[in-house]
T-cell receptor
Framework: RKEVEQDPGPFNVPEGATVAFNCTYS??????FFWYRQDCRKEPKLLMS???SGNEDGRFTAQLNRASQYISLLIRDSKLSDSATYLC?????????????FGKGTLLTVNP | DTAVSQTPKYLVTQMGNDKSIKCEQN?????MYWYKQDSKKFLKIMFS???????INETVPNRFSPKSPDKAHLNLHINSLELGDSAVYFC???????????FGEGSRLTVL
């Protein structure tokens, strides 16, 4: 089983739609979870952390299911500006070493 | 003010050549990284330095040699370039103990 597996996408949705991505991880020792966003030909940037109890940031909701080892990202009322690649990221740390493992990303295109 | 800056942004070179990419961060972070993003958009860690000390060295050919003259700089030298080295190389930094990575804009390397 791969370390990280993401919905392959691409997702093409109309403006205003609700869209959800899932991401599974194989290392049960993963300690922290994040969603990063990468615009075309740009660098990745942190979108939001994922907390055990689930968390919201405006139109974005992130959830974690440790039992099934997956995280999800829900985007409500999609905007054109949400078009990007969304990367799920897992953190494993040991001592002073922090290693972030990135998924391959899910491409989202929001259409007018 | 650019937080993480890397040069050059674009690099086109012939197989067998040696090239370097430089990275500097002005965020005061003590940990820096090199990531490689290949044509399939898979972002994979190569190296991590904490206060100039190598702490993560993934399975990377010996042709790749990172150098950290101080904690604000992490350069990447590549010897005997191969076609498979073509990718976007991202430098990143973080504060120890904090999982958020701040990426540079990437250096797109094309080996002909």
């Amino acid at each position: 089983r791969k370390e990280v597996e993401q919905d392959p996408g691409p997702f093409n949705v109309p403006e205003g739609a609700t869209v959800a991505f899932n991401c599974t991880y194989s290392n049960s020792a993963s300690q922290s979870f994040f969603w990063y966003r990468q615009d075309c030909r740009k660098e990745p940037k942190l979108l939001m952390s994922v907390y055990s109890s689930g968390n919201e940031d405006g139109r974005f909701t992130a959830q974690l299911n440790r039992a099934s080892q997956y995280i999800s990202l829900l985007i409500r009322d999609s905007k054109l500006s949400d078009s990007a690649t969304y990367l799920c990221v897992f953190l494993n740390s040991g001592g002073s070493n922090y290693k972030l493992t990135f998924g391959k990303g899910t491409l989202l295109t929001v259409n007018p | 003010d650019t937080a993480v800056s890397q040069t050059p942004k674009y690099l086109v070179t012939q197989m067998g050549n040696d090239k370097s990419i430089k990275c500097e961060q002005n965020l005061g972070h003590d940990t820096m990284y090199w990531y490689k993003q290949d044509s399939k958009k898979f972002l994979k860690i190569m190296f991590s330095y904490n206060n100039k000390e190598l702490i993560i060295n993934e399975t990377v050919p010996n042709r790749f040699s990172p150098k950290s003259p101080d904690k604000a700089h992490l350069n990447l030298h590549i010897n005997s370039l191969e076609l498979g080295d073509s990718a976007v190389y991202f430098c990143a930094s973080s504060q120890q103990g904090q999982p958020e990575l701040f990426f540079g804009e990437g250096s797109r390397l094309t080996v002909l």
